[in-house]
Every structure is written in C-alpha cells, then in structure tokens.
C-alpha cells in the first residue's frame, strides 16, 4: 500500500508534539482523522486486527484459520486457573467486579485511593494476594498470559471504555502519551514512529499495524506457541529500538498502556487471537 519503512523515518506526523494541549478525547479523534486520510477504504473498527486492516488476503486465510482455533486448548487451561479455587476457597470471580464479565474494556483504569494507574494483570494479582496467594510473574505466558487470556472472553465484542476524570488520572494519561510519542533507545524512534506515521508500511517483511485498535486484543497466542501480553510486547520493542526497556508491571509501562488502550476507546474488543 505504501512504500517500504525504509527511508520513510523523516517523514513523521508529529501528532505528539503538536497534540501538547489536546485532551484525551481531542487526542483520539486526532488520531482517527489521521488513519481515515491516510487509508480511506479502511473503517477504523477494522484496525482491530492489526497489520491484517492492511492485508485482504491475509485477513481472509486469518479467518479460516480461526474457524477451527489453534490455541483452543490452551484457552482451556486458562479457563480452569479462572476456576480453581484461591487458597481461601474463594475464585477469581468472587473477587474482580461483575464476576469479571464485560470488564476488561475498562482496563487499565485510574485508581484514585492509590494514585495509580491499575492494569487487568494488576486487579488479578491484587486477588490473589488478597486470598493467600503470590502474585503472577507480570508476563509469565503460562500464568497470566493464559489467565488473561480466558478472562478476555468473557468481554469478547464488548467496547474499550477507558475513562481519564481527574487530574491525577490526566497526569498519568499524559506521561503515557509522553512515552508513546518519545524517539527512545539507539535507533532513536518512537512507538508512533512505527504506529501512526508508518502505519501501513513494511519494516522488512511485516506490515506495522496502526495504534489505534492495538489494545483490544491482548494477550496474543504468537507463532503457534504463548501467549505474549501486551506489556511484554513493550518490552520487545523497546529492544528492537536498542533501548534498556522497563520491566513489565512498572508505572511507566502502565501509563503507557493507559493512554495506548484510551485511543481504542468505542472499538470492540477481541478474546485469544493469533499472531505470527
């Protein structure tokens, strides 16, 4: 569709630097104005599925490969760690909102008492202390990646529903949007270089996705393998970039992906999908 990512790295929107003053909202709609001048034919509801908005004929064969799932029984082994009984005879559904349906759209959320963004992975370890046990390894595939993982289906085709209603949460919010437009690490970019001003573009053989709709759909089941949460994909990137990433977990990442997932808000999450 458009030229190789090569070459094209001087040519950035610099969405993040002229959007200094904008609010969330004004942020988001800025970013959907962006994506529907750069790709017409493209609803923004369809960048759910990533790099696949970009690519018919992959979409078409990514549907036929989810007719019948790969990962069918690994969501199986998320769905019993969902059931198990915690060391206090309570479950996971005893002590998340709603019994965990329909919730995940609102994560991460600003908790006020604590002053502090709280991701999905952050209200399920907080869970599992509150009934004996240790917390999760942040992006341990085979814990929270599979939990998570199930818990997502629970919410499938509901709508990412990030709210940002105070000053703190604003703040938090803003260091997020800082982290997703800063040119970091050796190779000197920035998530928005890959994600709004190549969006489309081929960083040698893969198509980048676009920002918007990424958040809807972690964690993903990549290479026919594990599970791999989306704050681990920071991390993954943040080292292709020749930067010393932060850990999965931390406050940086969590604004990051508070702001990353309020740009998705309106568009319909998706449960346990398949990536290369």
Same mark, same amino acid.
């Given at each position: ?32 104005? +962006? @994506? ?14 990533? &790099? ?14 989810? !007719? ?22 309570? #479950? ?21 008492? !604590?002053?502090?963004?709280? #991701? ?21 595939? !085979? #814990? ?44 000197? @970019?920035?998530?928005?270089?890959? +994600? ?8 040698? &053989? ?22 791999? #949460?989306?704050?681990? !994909? ?15 977990? &931390? ?8 702001? +990353? &997932? ?15």
């Amino acid at each position: 569709m458009k030229k190789n990512f090569v070459g094209l790295l001087g040519c950035c929107v610099l969405l993040g630097s002229t959007g200094v003053n904008a609010d969330p909202e004004e942020d988001r709609l800025k970013l959907i104005s +962006h @994506f529907k001048v750069a790709y017409p034919e493209i609803k923004p509801g369809e960048y759910i599925y990533g &790099s696949l908005a970009f690519d018919p004929d992959a979409k078409l064969k990514y549907d036929i490969v989810m !007719q019948s799932p790969p990962h069918a029984d690994e969501l199986g082994k998320g769905e019993q760690l969902w059931k198990k009984p915690l060391k206090s005879g309570r #479950t996971y559904a005893e002590c998340l909102p709603d019994a965990g349906k329909n919730i995940v759209g609102n994560y991460p959320l600003f908790d006020e008492a !604590q002053g502090k963004v709280v #991701t999905l992975e952050d209200a399920i370890n907080a869970c599992r202390v509150a009934n004996g046990e240790l917390a999760y390894a942040y992006a341990d595939p !085979q #814990t929270i990646g599979l939990l998570t993982a199930y818990l997502r289906t629970l919410s499938d085709g509901g709508k990412m529903n990030i709210k940002v209603a105070s000053a703190a949460a604003r703040a938090a919010y803003e260091d997020g949007k800082k982290s997703f437009y800063s040119r970091v690490g050796q190779l000197n @970019f920035s998530c928005a270089n890959c +994600h709004v001003d190549n969006a489309g573009n081929r960083m040698r &053989s893969k198509l980048l996705s676009a920002a918007i709709g990424q958040s809807t759909h972690w964690p993903i089941f990549r290479g026919g393998k594990q599970w791999v #949460t989306l704050q681990k !994909q920071y991390e993954i990137c943040h080292r292709n970039m020749l930067q010393v990433s932060d850990k999965p977990g &931390s406050r940086r990442y969590n604004n990051l992906e508070y702001f +990353h &997932s309020f740009i998705s808000n309106g568009l319909p999450l998706q449960s346990s999908v398949v990536r290369e």
